[in-house]
């Protein structure tokens, strides 16, 4: 496995859920939440790109659980070919059924309401996508 940082982003119509890892890709941490409507997303994904200089980008794809593409799919795809333009790295589609239901369910169980953390949820999804991403990486080797 390549070392170096890897970043996923959780693709919403209002929220993009961010994530990297460590250059050893031990730890997949939240970043922050970016608004998908914000006129200067272009210009945020570049200053996170340069920060984290990633090797590697994943972009979650939701698909419907019998694996058919969705609306929100083909949008996610649409995000991914903008980072395609600006990014120096691979950037790939990482499947994403369940992520954010799971990362839902789990800040539930902490004890907070969906509804107080919309942000954090989003982020958590981004690093279950990071996590589920890595651990195919590490299956590769």
């Known amino acids: 496995m390549q070392r170096g940082r890897r970043i996923a982003f959780d693709y919403g119509d209002v929220r993009i859920g961010v994530a990297v890892c460590d250059p ?10 970016l608004k998908s409507s914000d006129s200067k997303l272009k210009v945020r994904l570049i200053e996170i790109l340069n920060e984290y200089e990633p090797v590697h980008i994943y972009v979650g794809k939701p698909t419907h659980m019998d694996g058919r593409e969705s609306d929100s799919s083909i949008k996610a795809s649409e995000f991914a070919e903008k980072l395609r333009e600006i990014a120096t790295c691979t950037v790939e ?4 059924r369940l992520s954010t239901v799971s990362a839902t369910r789990n800040m539930q169980e902490s004890g907070v309401k969906a509804r107080d953390a919309r942000t954090s949820i989003d982020q958590a999804a981004a690093v279950a996508i990071l996590e589920f991403a890595l651990e195919i990486e590490k299956k590769k080797r």
């Open 93 to 96: 589609m990482i499947d994403e």
């Open 24 to 33: 050893d890709a031990i730890l997949a941490s939240p970043v922050c939440t």
